[in-house]
């Protein structure tokens, strides 16, 4: 069963930054691709980045280019989202989303088969 769990998520001040974990389970990690989506209220769920699991490569939405990093763990399958110069309009839910691809680097919301529950990120003073 594949299992996408995200952590890290919490309150910050404008400016602060974050890292996020996505820890992966229940299938071959190398065979996938790894994005990280994120849901404000009242907002249509948008993608931020993703990473192919096995060979590294990345891959932007451009509003985030600069100051939104995504890298990966093969020893703990995990995925993380380091992210600076945080404003209060990043305030979301941020989720991680699973692609069974070894070649698409897509940050499209349906293109994504399997996430995660989601972990909330509070950008405030």
């Known amino acids: 069963e594949v299992q996408l769990l995200e952590s890290g998520g919490g309150l910050v001040q404008p400016g602060g930054s974050l890292r996020l974990s996505c820890a992966a389970s229940?299938?071959?990690?190398?065979?996938?691709?790894i994005a990280w989506f994120r849901q404000a209220p009242g907002k249509e769920r948008e993608g931020l980045a993703c990473?192919?699991?096995?060979?590294?490569?990345?891959n932007y939405a451009e509003f985030v280019r600069g100051r939104f990093t995504i890298s990966s763990d093969k020893r703990k399958n995990t995925v993380y989202l380091q992210m600076s110069s945080l404003k209060p309009e990043d305030t979301a839910v941020y989720y991680c989303?699973?692609?069974?691809?070894?070649?698409?680097?897509?940050?499209?919301?349906?293109?994504?088969?399997?996430w995660g529950q989601g972990t909330q990120v509070t950008v405030s003073s």
């Open positions: 229940g299938f071959t990690f190398d065979d996938y691709a």
């Open positions: 989303a699973a692609l069974e691809s070894r070649v698409l680097l897509t940050v499209t919301l349906g293109d994504y088969q399997y």
């Open positions: 990473i192919s699991a096995g060979d590294s490569s990345t």
